[in-house]
């Protein structure tokens, strides 16, 4: 297959980059600014020139708090870019894998969350991720929406490099244990997709997909410093006392009933994020 990754610089970009070599076809990984997902017409002409088979969306516009006051942009990356996506690989009859959030939930349910649960997002950037969900089935392309959480990995920023950061700077912090949920390392995140990918589809699906478990923002802090020697006083706040300027969903794991049958393999949290730490420790 000749396969299109876009956002390939971010963490999931990276990852699928990573595991590449365990799948072999051919891949173009792009980003910005020479392939914006915004840019139709640029698409189009990218999946005649390269035979594109499959797209794999790895763009998205992520910063949760400043998308409160970038609703524009955040719209435009995360709702139109996914539409010109679909709308590229049906005009190729190719396949789209696309990935949303667990922010599309209010995070007021105390259960793991379905692929079939209603949908409340309480924040533009879950906002504009339900919409982009929500184009690409209109439009109606060969697509599967992946819905993930928690991301992490040894590229870019994210929460357990941020806690080896701060954890050797300070000696005391403190982290919410209040919001509940399962991290994901991007790595597995990009196998399930290569195997779904892989396995093929048609018409259009939706999964959730995190690592398995369920753990606080606090445990996995916990978890992080633990498993890296770092001695350092921990303090559980609650989100109150971590004011931040998108609310987040106090609870947000996912259901992965649906994916596992499929025959994509979860594996749990605390050994993945071992892993990682391995690549993020050496
Ligand atoms: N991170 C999480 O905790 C988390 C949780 C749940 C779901 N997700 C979803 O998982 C997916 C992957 O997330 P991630 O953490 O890998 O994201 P990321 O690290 O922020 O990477 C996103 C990439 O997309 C690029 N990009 C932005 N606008 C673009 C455009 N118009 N055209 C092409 N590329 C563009 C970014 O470039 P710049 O850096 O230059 O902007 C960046 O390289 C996203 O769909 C995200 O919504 C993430």
Request: proline share 4%; charged share 25%; hydrophobic share 40%.
């Amino acid at each position: 297959m000749n396969i299109l990754v876009t956002g390939a610089n971010g963490q999931l970009g990276n990852s699928i980059r990573k595991i590449s070599g365990s799948y072999p076809n051919n891949y173009f990984f792009t980003d910005m600014p020479e392939v914006d997902i915004t840019n139709l017409p640029l698409l189009e002409n990218l999946m005649k020139e390269k035979q594109i088979d499959a797209i794999i969306n790895c763009a998205a516009y992520t910063a949760v708090d400043k998308a409160e006051d970038d609703v524009e942009l955040a719209t435009k990356i995360n709702v139109d870019g996914p539409r010109n996506l679909a709308i590229a690989a049906k005009n190729a009859h190719a396949k789209l894998v696309h990935v949303s959030t667990d922010y599309v939930f209010d995070g007021k349910r105390n259960l793991p969350l379905k692929e079939t649960d209603a949908t409340a997002p309480i924040g533009v950037y879950g906002r504009t991720k339900l919409a982009g969900e929500e184009v690409v089935k209109e439009v109606g392309c060969d697509a599967v929406v992946v819905r993930t959480a928690w991301l992490y990995s040894e590229f870019g920023g994210n929460f357990v490099k941020t806690m080896l950061r701060l954890g050797r700077e300070r000696s005391e912090m403190g982290v919410v244990y209040d919001q509940v949920g399962t991290p994901t390392y991007a790595t597995d995140l990009a196998v399930a997709l290569m195997e779904l990918l892989t396995k093929g589809f048609s018409g259009f699906s939706l999964y959730h997909y995190s690592n398995e478990g369920v753990i606080s923002w606090y445990d996995f802090a916990k978890t992080i410093f633990d498993l890296s020697g770092i001695k350092i006083k921990l303090n559980a706040l609650e989100s109150s006392e971590y004011p931040s300027k998108a609310e987040r969903p106090a609870f947000s794991v996912l259901n992965k009933k649906k994916i596992r049958e499929a025959g994509i393999k979860v594996p749990y949290w605390r050994d993945s994020l071992i892993e990682c730490l391995k690549l993020l420790n050496a």
